[in-house]
């Protein structure tokens, strides 16, 4: 499907129905593309195939996801804001004022998918740790599960959230840790200006002070990190959990880029599918990079 075929495709085409087509068609494209290689995949890729030869597809292409029940959760009503929150390890998660009972349930059951210990979307590990006292920035911090989930180690947080809706629950998220938590409501990029900000303008070079970075800003993570050379650079004691699979290439370009930086690279195990209306190509699966410079 050439460029000006694929934009008539998805304007003629409504999303719901592009989403059930590349969810019955990528399995197929994906065993195709594997059984035509000279050699044989990896076993890791081959489980991830034999889950596809039975399964439909899905994110993380696992038996662990079917542990996972959204309507399991318990979504709470807070009357005096006007929120609803689950509760995640007794600690009160908001969510967009407009969303119902049953969206809160399917985000935040994704989002325990994703932090499983067993999936590639986790962004720590037992050697990749968020240590007492480091400070974290969180951009696309979104409801801000990630930063609730080391918030009472962190010595200091920093939110970056583009989207104006989360804005009020991520207030309401933090409210018992307002002191160390700040919350920017702009896009980080590699310019700065009034809806937008580098993280080398943004962040100062701190080499007493270990810092956590977390990127996850939906295929605008080479931009991100075009903006943030100094800081890359400077930063002695610095770690980045970073998602490649918005993008094709992002994985192998953001390794060679950070290792340049020094930073000791290493990848999520296993893969994801990241296919929501997305014309994916091979070889189709992807994580995250994890990196250290100490």
Known sequence: MNKLTSQIYRIVVPKFIRKRILAKNLPKSIQKYYAGLPEPPSAEITSVLNYLSKNPIVVFPYDFQDEYIAENIEVFDD??????????????????????????????????????????????????EFKMGETLVDVGAAEGNF????????????LFEADKEWIEPLNATFEPWKDKVEIVNKFVSNISDSSNTKLDDYLNVENGRETFIKIDVEGAESRLLDGCKKFLSEQKSLKLAICTYHKQNDEKEFSLLLKHYQFNI??????????????????YFRGLIRAEKM
């Open 147 to 158: 930063a609730l989930s080391v918030v009472e180690k962190a010595s200091r947080i920093i």
């Open 266 to 283: 290493s990848h999520s195990d296993g893969y994801m599918l990241f296919y929501y209306d997305k014309q994916m190509t091979a070889p």
């Open 79 to 128: 009357m005096e804001k006007g929120l609803k929150y689950v509760l995640m390890d007794g600690k009160r998660l908001y969510f967009k004022k407009r969303w119902g009972t049953k969206k809160i349930q399917d985000l935040y059951n994704l989002l325990s998918k994703e932090q499983d210990i067993r999936s590639p979307h986790r962004y720590l590990t037992n050697e990749f």
